[in-house]
């Protein structure tokens, strides 16, 4: 295996290292309840995908009630 002669400066080591970024992830609004989510999950302030309830999300009057 093929190995360096001499030691690969810092420099050039971060010039290398421009282009590891993380991706901004795209966010959408609910169609339900409006509120920011990510695409293709479900809502976690109301519990709707694609038009149907699919998570029953209790209020904040059923939790301080328990």
Known sequence: MALPKRKH????RDKSRTHWKFAVSSLT???QCASVIRPHRVCPSCG???GRQV????SKEEGKKR
């Open 9 to 12: 400066s810092k420099a050039r």
């Open 48 to 50: 709707y995908y694609r």
């Open 29 to 31: 609004k609910c169609p």
């Open 55 to 58: 998570l029953v999300i209790p």
